[in-house]
Nanobody
Framework: VQLVESGGGLVQPGGSLRLPCAAFGSIFSINPMGWDRQAPGKERELVAAIISGGTTNYADSVKGRFIITRDNAKNIVYLQMNSLKPEDTAVYYC??????????????WGQGTQVTVSS
């Protein structure tokens, strides 16, 4: 399984970014799909997660600002980040739990994409 992330970059406070992550491989099922982040000097934390039925879970720090969605047919998860703050600066990692043709449920992570919020 390979996860391909994109969409990171530099944005001003109050701005928006959209992070897509596509999963490739001999995937039978994915549940859940989500995003973590790790800021310098801090532990990795869950940002948002979504299950196939559409139920979502968000960190308190991003509720009302971030929206996670998924395209089940294409195995893509999106993180729409609005009203960005400097404290959102971090490396964002896509993560999934997937069952493949060759293995039972396992966790997978992307390589990470840098998001920097600064004026």
């Amino acid at each position: 399984v390979q996860l391909v992330e994109s969409g990171g970059g530099l944005v001003q406070p109050g701005g928006s970014l959209r992070l897509p992550c596509a999963a490739f491989g001999s995937i039978f099922s994915i549940n859940p799909m989500g995003w973590d982040r790790q800021a310098p000097g801090k532990e990795r934390e869950l940002v948002a997660a979504i299950i196939s039925g559409g139920t979502t879970n968000y960190a308190d720090s991003v509720k009302g600002r971030f929206i996670i969605t998924r395209d089940n047919a294409k195995n893509i998860v999106y993180l729409q980040m609005n009203s960005l703050k400097p404290e959102d600066t971090a490396v964002y990692y896509c993560n999934i739990r997937a069952r493949t043709v060759y293995s039972y449920w396992q966790d997978y992570w992307g390589q990470g994409t840098q998001v920097t919020v600064s004026s």
